[in-house]
């Protein structure tokens, strides 16, 4: 079983609508993280949470919410859904400590709006 | 603030042939290097760390060393396969936060 898991792996719906990625992990780690991946941009991070009770806007947290269910879940939604939010979205997770650990990521859930 | 700077692609390489994906980074104090593998359909995969300058991160063949004096991490390997094509990105981390590349994608051709 996959570490970090991400459902839907994909979705395709209509502009307006209400959205929720959904994000679990059993590596027990503390960090959760939510990037978008656009095709020559790289990663842009949406939200992170260091903990259960924490949570931080990221670069680009326009258009989006998140909540930390759980140590081991974080959902991201789109609230009204708009075409230029289409994207492949990953969820990643990492533990805290200095500087030398690496984050983990899902396969990411690939999201078009029409 | 801190960036992440790599070579735009694709690269395409034929197999056997030697690998270079050069990186830069711009950041304060003493940050962490990374580089990062995402073949298709998939999530990115630590593919090697260096937590330090001078350090060396190597793994399945591919090397690269933490050079503080010009501020790069290049992504080096010796005899690339077709198994190696995708998309590889650098990566830093710094205070708690992690600043990525925009990705270059690898193409090797049999």
């Known amino acids: 079983d996959a570490d970090v898991t991400q459902t839907p792996r994909n979705r395709i719906t209509k502009t307006g609508k209400r959205i929720m990625l959904e994000c679990s992990q059993t590596?027990?780690?503390?960090?959760m993280y939510w990037y978008r991946q656009d095709p020559g941009l790289g990663l842009r991070l949406i939200y992170y949470?260091?903990?259960?009770?924490?949570?931080n806007k990221g670069e680009i947290s326009d258009g989006y919410s998140v909540s930390r269910q759980a140590q081991a879940k974080f959902s991201l939604s789109l609230e009204s859904a708009i075409p230029n939010q289409t994207a492949l979205y990953f969820c990643?997770?990492?533990?805290?400590?200095?500087?030398?650990?690496?984050?983990?990521f899902g396969d990411g859930t690939r999201l078009s709006i029409l | 603030g801190d960036s992440v700077t790599q070579m735009e692609g694709p690269v395409t390489l034929s197999e056997e042939a030697f690998l270079t994906i050069n990186c830069t980074y711009t950041?304060?104090?003493?940050?962490?290097l990374f580089w990062y593998v995402q073949y298709p359909g998939e999530g990115l995969q630590l593919l090697l760390k260096?937590?330090?300058?001078?350090d060396k991160g190597s793994n399945k063949g591919f090397e690269a060393t933490y050079r503080k004096e010009t501020t790069s991490f290049h992504l080096e390997k010796g005899s690339v396969q077709v198994s190696d094509s995708a998309v590889y990105f650098c990566?830093?981390?710094?205070?708690?936060?992690?600043?990525f590349g925009s990705g270059t994608k690898l193409n090797v051709k049999p």
């Open positions: 990643a997770t990492s533990d805290p400590g200095q500087n030398d650990q690496p984050q983990h």
């Open positions: 590596k027990g780690h503390d960090r």
């Open positions: 949470s260091f903990d259960v009770k924490d949570i």
């Open positions: 950041a304060t104090g003493y940050p962490s």
């Open positions: 260096a937590t330090k300058a001078d």
């Open positions: 990566a830093l981390s710094n205070f708690n936060k992690f600043y």
